[in-house]
């Protein structure tokens, strides 16, 4: 029966403390959102206290191929 409420909380938590992290980091005050800055975000954000202890977590997103002219 604890498990279910400790569980959830934990999870909880640890998402909170990556929000705080994404938002140190200025990652919600970017103008432009593409892949690799809603990608850095979300891994930042599940990251969670791990960015407080010199985890950086980056996502590059390849380029993807142009159309034939």
Known sequence: MRS???????VVIWL???L????QRG????DEANCAT????LTTIA???LNYVGVNPTIE????PQPSE
């Open 16 to 18: 909170l403390i990556g």
């Open 27 to 30: 990652y919600f005050s970017a």
């Open 20 to 23: 705080l992290a994404a938002i």
């Open 61 to 64: 997103c390849p380029d993807l």
């Open 4 to 10: 279910r409420v400790v569980i959830p909380t934990v």
């Open 38 to 41: 809603i990608g850095s975000t």
């Open 47 to 49: 990251a969670g206290p």
